[in-house]
């Protein structure tokens, strides 16, 4: 991470993100759409820092955490 200098000092900033999408008239709701998303966040998490993770077709199927 490259470092992020503030006022106080620099700080190493990194980012973990879980991305959902869904198309017009694409059936489900809004729930649906959020857990897919959490779930590929965590899944980012779980792989190592500063990565994004795309929801695949198990996030949309599976229980609530």
């Given at each position: 991470?490259?470092?992020?200098?503030?006022?106080?000092?620099?700080?190493?900033?990194?980012?973990?993100?879980?991305?959902?999408?869904?198309?017009?008239?694409?059936?489900?709701?809004?729930?649906?759409?959020?857990?897919?998303?959490?779930?590929?966040?965590?899944r980012?998490k779980?792989?190592?820092?500063?990565?994004?993770?795309?929801?695949?077709?198990?996030?949309?199927?599976?229980?609530?955490?």
């Amino acid at each position: 991470a490259n470092p992020f200098r503030t006022p106080n000092g620099s700080a190493r900033i990194t980012i973990s993100a879980g991305v959902a999408t869904c198309g017009r008239g694409a059936s489900g709701n809004l729930e649906s759409l959020i857990r897919a998303a959490d779930r590929a966040l965590y899944r980012a998490k779980k792989h190592g820092r500063n990565r994004v993770e795309m929801a695949v077709d198990k996030d949309w199927n599976e229980t609530p955490l």
